[in-house]
């Protein structure tokens, strides 16, 4: 299983799709970060706006250090923006910070696909981590039984990429409309914005055609296609 060109064949068509969905973020991101945003507000000032709006005061806006790691906590009950979006006026800080309230939006309403992947978090994590340790341990050991545990638990992590897609569509979708609706930005910016987070989703659908395509493999592996 070590260095198995087949692995590789497998995964290609995802490393391809993932280093082409980041060159499209980035282009996106640094495109739109050069159009300042009509309504002149920060990302950070429009992402309260949103949340706001929709009668949400609970919800702490803070920064976090890295570039595009922005994210929200539904468990702290935080929205954190990366410097430049929080302090960005353009419309790719707009777009990100107001994706992000899509997010808390989606958790004061208990939109279902957030409580699944919510839920989901602790057996993903331990889907992804302990997976491979145990199907490396099955092959080494040659035990079948092993290796689709293994296999099982790195299911859970395709499931949670799949229903981590609808989450962040959403959010996307509504981080247009709640921008449009609190005239926030223009319609003519609205496709600007579109552009950021639809590359942004793209690497999502990336990570989830990777986990796929890496459970299909270790199933070829086990042997689950063949004749018996």
């Known amino acids: 299983m070590f260095f198995d060109p087949l692995y590789f064949l497998f ?27 009509s309504s002149g507000l920060s990302g950070a000032e429009a992402a309260q706006v949103l949340l706001h ?100 638990a790195f299911s859970l992590t395709v499931l949670f990429q799949l229903v981590n897609l609808p989450v962040e569509f959403d959010a996307s979708r509504r981080a247009r409309q709640q921008l449009l609706a609190a005239g926030l930005i223009h319609p003519a910016e609205e496709a600007e914005v579109a552009r950021v987070l639809n590359a942004a989703a793209l690497t999502y659908v990336a990570a989830t055609l990777t986990a796929i395509l890496t459970l299909l493999y270790f199933l070829v592996r086990a042997g689950a296609f063949q004749r018996r």
């Open 11 to 37: 995964l290609l068509p995802g490393i391809l799709l993932a280093a082409w969905a980041q060159m499209r973020v980035m282009s996106a991101y640094h495109a739109a970060s050069r159009i300042s945003a």
């Open 53 to 152: 709006s929709a009668g949400i005061d609970r919800v702490r806006i803070e920064t976090t250090p890295r570039m595009l790691s922005d994210h929200y906590s539904p468990t702290e009950k935080a929205l954190r923006l990366s410097p430049e979006v929080y302090h960005g006026r353009n419309l790719a800080a707009l777009g990100i910070a107001a994706h992000e309230a899509g997010h808390a939006l989606q958790d004061a309403q208990g939109y279902a696909p957030l409580v699944v992947r919510n839920l989901m978090v602790p057996l993903a994590s331990f889907g992804s981590s302990a997976a491979w340790i145990i199907i490396v341990l099955g092959f080494a050991l040659h035990l079948a039984g092993l290796i689709y545990i293994g296999i099982a």
